[in-house]
């Protein structure tokens, strides 16, 4: 377990302000104590620093996990944020899409959102910008980038792609080894 390098730093933290923006220093000054993120075998886990300091006794080779894991580096250097970071971004995200109850189940089996599909959309999302998925309910459903920007949705076909899927989940369920 050690701390992201600079380089690391910045791919992460352009990722996740694909998603919330400048809210990412909301989720490291909470008031229940000070958060921080910790590299350990190209996973990224967001800790309190009061876990980390006592999780500090155990070795690296021992440490399977700690903290809520948001994501890994790919070996290509990238970075791919993992359904398990849901919970930590949806109140602080930018943009958002509601689906109907129709498109949920097809979203929740990994396939994009079709216009026919879309409830709602914030105002003014650009193309390509990251976004949380809800159901009609407000429930987070997971997370995907706009294909098309909010003027262009309002005059696209029904069948026209416009959220490509990211992760959702019913990866829970789909990837639930892999998870850790």
Not at 4 to 26: A, M, Q, R
Not at 57 to 76: D, M, P
Not at 153 to 165: E, K, L, N, S
């Amino acid at each position: 377990m050690r701390p992201l390098t600079d380089d690391e730093t910045k791919i992460f933290f352009e990722k996740l302000s694909k998603y919330i923006g400048e809210n990412i220093k909301l989720l490291l000054d909470r008031p229940d104590g000070m958060y921080c993120f910790r590299l350990h075998k190209d996973r990224v886990y967001y800790v309190s620093e009061e876990i980390m300091k006592r999780a500090s006794n155990i070795s690296r080779e021992h440490l399977v996990s700690l903290g809520t894991c948001f994501g890994k580096f790919t070996k290509a250097g990238k970075f791919r944020l993992h359904i398990t970071a849901l919970d930590y971004l949806a109140p602080y995200a930018k943009y958002k899409v509601w689906v109907k109850p129709s498109a949920e189940q097809q979203f929740l089996y990994g396939h994009h959102i079709m216009k026919s599909g879309l409830g709602r959309i914030t105002e003014s999302t650009p193309q390509y910008q990251g976004v949380i998925v809800y159901s009609m309910n407000d429930l987070p459903l997971g997370f995907g980038a706009v294909a098309k920007s909010t003027q262009e949705c309002r005059h696209a076909d029904p069948m026209t792609i416009v959220v490509f899927h990211q992760a959702d989940i019913g990866e829970y369920i789909r990837s639930e080894d892999t998870l850790t």
